[in-house]
């Protein structure tokens, strides 16, 4: 029997290899393997936020369930996302991504006229009853943007790809520090340095662009009072509240190795972030260490693949916009687990896939759409 996806005589839908249709092309194409990886973030992530969510929404007097609700549509918009974004081809990931860059800059320049402010910090904007927060989606579109001026820069020695480069970096910096949102630039600036650095960035300026990022790092201590605040709590906890890190480890130490199982943890209770920033330390508690390590295995496995597929990759555009994407996904991850467990200073940055929110969970698959569009078998290219 011939069906939509290809052919099969049992009647079921399977895809042939010589299918040439678009969704047949796809799969014998795509790396199944990361797909899969993707998935089982998306599923731990649900299952979480069905754990965690409950008690913080009956905190601020909504429905129990109204988190789970929301989460669960923002992973539909999530994986639909992926997988549009996944069929498309080098040439238009690019222009997805340009796109992208530019409407999002717009965002950010009107984000502090507009925009509502959280916790001192104006992040978030509303639009047509909808709540976004653009730096979420400036990430992966950065990341692609970059590598393709960087790789036109090599190619061609009449294009200033590196001038360009720095240029959008600074207007990303200056843009993200207004808000003021220094954990996004971080992660924008680790971006850009590993991309350029992989483009054949001379030593002297690597060694420049490190006491850069250091005088970056001096100079948000000094200026941004709540940048100041959380580096000396975390040197010296008695000097502050440490409310939310003292509730982690509590939760981590609850939950032993095998945890005290799904639904039974208490620190969510009282745990003001439990269902975002604070996700982990649910998972600790409930799930335990192995359940943590495996979390872990897959973030690494995720990495690991995508850097694995750029083996033997000839177009530099490819590789530069891939690390960079994996290095976003890696940090953001490293940042949010080791923020938890009071391995660094607390910084308010989900764990991809699994923290609540609709503008990480989707900016995050947008990424992971760049990725699996990159990563795809191409033997006619």
Not at 299 to 306: A, Q
Request: hydrophobic fraction near 55%; aromatic fraction near 10%; charged fraction near 10%.
């Amino acid at each position: 029997m011939k069906t939509l996806f290809g052919n099969n005589t049992n009647g079921n839908i399977a895809f042939s290899r010589a299918d040439t249709s678009v969704l047949g092309i796809w799969w014998w194409t795509v790396d199944r393997w990361m797909l899969a990886a993707v998935i089982l973030l998306m599923g731990i992530g649900a299952l979480l936020v069905m754990s965690a969510s409950p008690p913080v929404a009956d905190r601020i007097n909504v429905d129990s369930f109204h988190f789970v609700r929301r989460q669960f549509v923002f992973l539909g918009l999530a994986a639909i996302c992926a997988f549009g974004i996944s069929l498309l081809s080098i040439k238009w990931v690019r222009r997805l991504a340009s796109i992208m860059f530019l409407g999002v800059i717009c965002l950010l320049i009107i984000t502090p006229f507009v925009g509502s402010e959280i916790k001192g910090a104006v992040r978030w904007i509303h639009l047509a009853g909808i709540t976004l927060q653009p730096s979420e989606f400036l990430k992966p579109a950065f990341a692609v943007v970059i590598a393709w001026m960087l790789s036109e820069g090599r190619l061609n020695p009449n294009f200033p790809g590196y001038i360009v480069s720095c240029m959008l970096l600074a207007t990303c910096i200056i843009l993200l520090m207004i808000q003021p949102d220094f954990g996004q630039t971080v992660v924008v600036t680790a971006i850009w340095s590993t991309q350029i650095f992989l483009a054949g960035l001379p030593m002297v300026l690597v060694f420049g662009l490190g006491l850069g990022v250091v005088g970056l790092a001096v100079g948000a201590y000094l200026v941004l009072p709540h940048v100041q605040s959380r580096v000396d709590r975390f040197l010296d906890p008695a000097s502050g509240d440490n409310y939310q890190i003292d509730r982690s480890m509590e939760a981590f130490m609850n939950g032993g190795l095998m945890g005290q199982g799904p639904g039974e943890g208490s620190v969510k209770n009282y745990l003001p972030d439990a269902h975002s920033d604070f996700i982990f330390a649910v998972a600790g508690e409930e799930f335990g260490l192995l359940f943590c390590v495996l979390v872990v295995g897959v973030f690494s496995f995720v990495i690991m693949r995508g850097l694995s597929r750029l083996m033997g990759e000839r177009n530099l555009f490819v590789v530069l916009a891939v690390t960079g994407i994996l290095v976003q996904f890696g940090l953001q991850a490293v940042i949010n687990m080791a923020s938890t467990l009071q391995l660094v200073p607390p910084k308010g940055m989900t764990l991809p896939f699994i923290s609540y929110g609709g503008s990480a969970t989707i900016g995050i698959a947008i990424g992971m759409g760049f990725v699996l569009a990159l990563t795809r078998k191409r033997p006619g290219e």
